[in-house]
């Protein structure tokens, strides 16, 4: 048993410890401290910046849609009037999307936009925290005459 147990204000110097002394031996004991549960993490808007091509003839064959701009995640998909189309992501700054012929079929204006998927992972894309929701670009204006 210890002659004695003291907490010595700051730990003696050492935050965080318990000064333990027995048989005039003095033992430092270190408090614990387990971290603490991240919250959720920042949505990372993407930024559209460019759309190309920006046009089509309706009726038009399928093709191949570059979207330029900024903070693409690696799971970002292209929205084509807010339905999802298969993505390439080439990189940080660029995607490709495939858009099919049914999409270009008549004339008319659809919005083209970039979705970067939430993450359930402990601090979305980056680790280290909590998940991350999912956040919607602005829209660029893709025209079908």
């Known amino acids: 048993m210890p002659d ?11 935050e965080d410890s318990l000064c333990v002394v027995a048989r ?6 270190w408090r614990l ?8 993490q ?3 808007v993407p930024v559209v910046a460019a759309i190309i091509p920006n ?32 993505t390439t992501l080439v990189t940080a700054q660029q995607l490709t999307a495939a858009i099919a ?16 998927p939430g993450s359930n ?7 280290g925290g909590g998940s991350t929701p999912s956040a919607t670009s602005n829209t660029m204006n893709f025209t079908i005459n």
């Open 4 to 14: 004695s147990i003291r907490e010595l204000p700051n730990g003696g110097g050492h």
């Open 24 to 29: 005039d031996i003095v033992v430092w004991v």
């Open 33 to 40: 401290q387990l971290p603490q549960t991240a919250g959720p």
């Open 42 to 44: 920042p949505a990372i």
């Open 55 to 86: 046009t089509a003839t309706a009726g038009a064959a399928s093709f191949t849609l570059t979207v330029n701009g900024s903070k693409f995640n690696n799971n970002a998909v292209v929205n084509w009037n807010g339905a999802q189309r298969t």
């Open 101 to 116: 012929a049914a999409d270009v079929a008549t004339a008319g204006t659809v919005k083209v936009s970039v979705t970067n």
């Open 121 to 127: 992972t402990p601090g979305g894309p980056y680790g």
